[in-house]
């Protein structure tokens, strides 16, 4: 006698998830919040831009001038040390400038540009710095542009306050329907974090091309205000409470 194999069973279907209830159910009312916090805090770093410029009759004239002009600038800003955080050299150009009047294309001089960037954390030395490079010839500085490190302990007290304010704000909407919060839902960063690195750039302090012999022989240093920096951070925040006696 043999005997027939079992046929399969089909396998049950899953159970369908429960369906969520973003807006809380009577036995767990619910309470949705913004948080928000604005710091005014001191920079920690100042930006400053510096061109170097040279020409020449000739493309090696303008190279050698301006290569001994770069190596001056840099020679003078590494002289400030630890108070230098950071010094790129971000643009090299030789460009030919042609004559405007006559037959045919010829070069009448050469216009050689480097361009630097240096980030520094001492701002007494900042003020003596900028001004001793404006007074180099053929020599501009833009800036200062203020900021706060992108690790920023500012941030942090921002994010915080932040997020103290959202509880503060959920526990008073409980306190008005005679209740109190009995749970954190939900806590999301909306991305309001929103120092600026380099605010607006202001008028640059000086330029000096063409007439540094007229500048004063030992020039004195700027002062400089450091521009406040505003740090803003922003949390949404949902809460359940214990069902209020309406």
């Known amino acids: 006698m043999t005997s027939t194999p079992e046929e399969p069973q089909p396998a ?47 493309r090696r004239t303008a190279l050698d001038d301006l290569t001994r002009r770069n190596t001056t600038v840099l020679d003078l800003i590494k002289t400030y040390g630890d108070a230098v955080e950071r010094l790129e050299t971000g643009a090299f150009s030789i460009t030919p400038e042609l004559t405007r009047h006559g037959r045919g294309e010829r070069v009448h001089t050469y216009h050689g540009t480097v361009r630097l ?83 607006q750039p202001p008028a640059r302090m000086r330029s000096v091309a063409f007439a540094a012999e007229t500048a004063d022989p030992v020039a004195p240093p700027l002062d400089l205000e450091p521009q406040r920096q505003h740090v803003y951070a922003q949390v949404n925040a949902r809460f359940t409470m214990v069902p209020p006696r309406l």
């Open 12 to 58: 049950a279907p899953d159970e369908p998830p429960p369906t969520p209830t973003p807006y809380g159910t009577p036995d767990a009312p619910r309470i949705a919040v913004r948080g928000e916090a604005h710091l005014e805090v001191d920079p920690e770093l100042a930006r400053i831009g510096v061109t170097v410029n040279a020409r020449g009759k000739d």
């Open 117 to 199: 960037t240096a980030e520094l954390t001492d701002f007494t030395a900042l003020g003596e710095l900028t001004t001793r490079l404006a007074d180099l010839e053929l020599t501009r500085v833009d800036g200062p542009w203020w900021a706060l490190r992108p690790a920023s302990q500012a941030h942090r007290r921002a994010r915080q306050q932040a997020v103290r304010e959202a509880v503060l704000r959920a526990r008073e909407y409980a306190e008005a329907l005679g209740t109190t919060l009995a749970a954190l839902v939900e806590l999301a960063d909306i991305g309001a974090e929103n120092a600026q690195p380099y605010p």
